[in-house]
């Protein structure tokens, strides 16, 4: 049996700021999806036009958050990005639990970065160039221009499994979003195993979800 205080999830509040940059301003968000013919650069200086256009359209929060979570889900590799942030452990999930882990993990990056496109105030991306990597992979490097995080460093690295690219990893300012979660989540293996992280993200999403219902007491 998993007791829940080893089974619990630190809300990244530290590295949240940056994925606000990584998940919004600079966002790998595209609508309509990029053509496979595209190349790395290719897809993030279009997507990055597109996403923006929705950043500042005017329309309420929830509601570009919510059309923004189902681009997102078509633009990343979840399923890639699931098997690097577990690393060894992936294989200590089921088929069953794979696919579970993968859906509350999408889950809980959308709730812990998507309430924050409020704070979006007309950052501009550059792309500043590329560098090809092991595997196949590419990472296209840009900067922020103007607004809170002006300057900052974005990489996205890209893999192409024959269906174009999609990114794998968001690196901001040298700090890697899979290698992030993948010590947080590691620490909570160690006392739980799949089950204990698979319970310990359920609640975390349930409880995020819960503190944004319209219902819900605000401090």
């Known amino acids: 049996m998993i007791h829940q205080q080893h089974a619990s999830l630190r809300s990244p509040r530290a590295f949240a700021g940056s994925l606000l940059v990584a998940l ?32 500042s359209n005017g329309e309420p929060s929830a509601k570009r958050r919510t059309k923004l979570e189902t681009i997102v889900y078509a633009r990343f590799d979840f399923e890639t ?6 690393a060894r452990n992936w294989k200590r999930f089921s088929e069953a639990q794979q696919q579970e882990f993968i859906r509350e993990y999408k889950i809980y990056l959308a709730n812990n970065y998507g309430e924050r496109l409020d704070r ?10 590329q560098r090809e990597e092991p595997r196949g992979d590419v990472t296209v490097h840009t900067k922020i221009v103007g ?9 996205y690295r890209l893999r192409n499994k024959g269906d174009g690219w999609r990114v794998i990893d968001v690196i901001v300012e040298g700090v890697s979003l899979v290698s992030n979660f993948r010590d947080q989540f590691k620490e909570v293996m160690s006392n739980g195993g799949p089950t204990g992280l698979l319970d310990a993200l359920k609640k975390k999403n349930a409880e995020t979800e819960a503190e944004d219902s319209p219902g819900a007491a605000k401090a």
């Open 24 to 55: 919004g301003a600079a966002g790998l968000l595209a609508t309509p999806a990029v053509g496979a013919e595209e190349g790395p650069r290719d897809v993030i200086e279009i997507t990055v036009a597109q996403v923006l256009a929705v950043l």
């Open 120 to 129: 979006y105030n007309q950052e501009k991306v550059e792309i500043t160039g």
């Open 81 to 86: 990005m699931s098997r690097l942030v577990l």
């Open 147 to 155: 607004g809170e995080y002006d300057g900052a460093l974005v990489d």
